[in-house]
């Protein structure tokens, strides 16, 4: 079985900061990686996932994640942080190839300080 | 396309109340999946189907919980009698058949309260 380990609850940084959201996983075969957002009073939409390929992936509004095996870890990270970037972040896992289920971890509450 | 569809947005019930969520999921979006979201928690899933059929209700508690998808579009979830701890977000999501490990669309959630 899979699962997803999110080292940080809550992450205050001020605009126009760098900032990085962790997320370890655990899987006895290959995953896919996900990061969903949810911004406040509106559902999960995906920000940027992994399949295969490139282990660096990006969003359109300047999010990236790095896939790395060796630390199974899928860290997102953002050179410069908006104030409309204050949201939940939700990293997730799947199992390729198994069922259609999607694994989320606890959350990272991002917190934009003005 | 259109997005999932969830209603109501929001419900306040007494304990031992009951209450029905609905789901219409994306157009031609075989699976179907009703998640849970406890303030400060992650999305649990609670039941998955395919067409009309349950693949995973292994976490639904089924005591109380109860979701059908009769003709396979359209979905309830029911809670039945509620509890203190049922308040939570309910978000329904879909994807096509064998497609759902590459991620799937969200509703907006039910926020459901019970007092």
């Known amino acids: 079985a899979q699962s997803v380990t999110q080292l940080d609850s809550q992450v205050p940084v001020f605009e126009e900061a760098p900032v990085e959201l962790r997320c370890n996983y655990s899987?006895?075969?290959?995953?896919?990686l996900f990061w969903y957002v949810q911004y406040p009073n509106q559902g999960l939409q995906l920000l940027l996932k992994?399949?295969?390929?490139?282990?660096l992936v990006e969003s359109i509004n300047g999010f990236e994640a790095e896939f790395n095996k060796s630390q199974t870890s899928f860290h997102l990270r953002k050179p410069s942080v908006h104030i409309s970037d204050t949201a939940e972040y939700f990293c997730?896992?799947?199992?390729?190839?198994?069922?259609?289920?999607?694994?989320f971890g606890k959350g990272t509450r991002l917190h934009i300080l003005p | 396309e259109a997005g999932v569809a969830q209603s109501p947005r929001y419900k306040i019930i007494e304990k031992r109340q009951s209450v029905a969520f609905w789901c219409n999921p994306i157009?031609?979006?075989?699976?179907l999946y009703w998640y849970q979201q406890i303030l400060g928690q992650g999305p649990k899933l609670l039941i998955q189907?395919?067409?009309?059929?349950?693949?995973?209700d292994s976490q639904l508690p089924k005591d109380r919980f109860s979701a059908e998808r009769l003709k396979g579009v359209d979905s309830t979830l029911k809670i039945q009698p509620a509890k203190l701890e049922d308040s939570a977000v309910y978000l329904c999501?879909?994807?096509?058949?064998?497609?759902?490990?590459?991620?799937?669309?969200f509703g907006s959630g039910t926020r459901l309260t019970v007092v």
């Open positions: 999501a879909s994807s096509l058949v064998g497609r759902g490990n590459y991620g799937y669309t």
């Open positions: 899987s006895s075969v290959s995953v896919y």
């Open positions: 992994y399949l295969s390929g490139s282990t």
């Open positions: 997730a896992v799947s199992a390729p190839g198994r069922d259609d289920k999607i694994i």
């Open positions: 157009s031609g979006h075989a699976t």
């Open positions: 189907f395919q067409n009309n059929g349950v693949v995973d």
